[in-house]
């Protein structure tokens, strides 16, 4: 079998500019990643997490990086370009990942309010901690 590299891309947004919102929603999105996608962190070449403008708490990435098998994975934060009127407090990744089946379905979560950017990719909202 061949790998190939495909790319997933995802947006969340929080209630609020601080560390447990951005740590509760990076978590979150994260989790409905890997078990949508059935992800090993250990397939992503890399991941880009953009921010607007009014989140500066944390960086998402380093949120990413508490996460198991995550600390070996190269990861970038920059802040996303602002545009007037576009929705507010959201985080949003890009991940390229290696895989050996190029025909698996990629699901790529668009939750909470960041659905609207995106509900053609919206996957049904479920609870992933229990």
């Not at 790998?3 to 947006?11: K, L, N, S």
């Amino acid at each position: 079998m061949e790998w190939r590299v495909r790319a997933i891309r995802g947006a969340t947004t929080v209630s609020e500019n601080s560390v447990e919102a951005i740590r509760e929603a990076v978590h979150e999105l994260l989790e409905a990643l890997e078990t949508y996608n059935q992800l090993d962190p250990e397939q992503i070449i890399s991941a880009t997490f953009t921010v607007t403008r009014d989140l500066d708490a944390v960086f998402p990435a380093a949120i990413a990086r508490e996460r198991p098998r995550w600390d070996s994975v190269p990861l970038l934060d920059v802040q996303q370009m602002y545009v007037k009127e576009s929705l507010e407090r959201c985080i949003r990744f890009l991940i390229h990942f290696n895989t050996q089946n190029p025909d698996a379905p990629i699901y790529h979560p668009y939750l909470r309010d960041a659905q609207t950017l995106r509900p053609d990719l919206s996957i049904p909202q479920v609870s992933l901690s229990s």
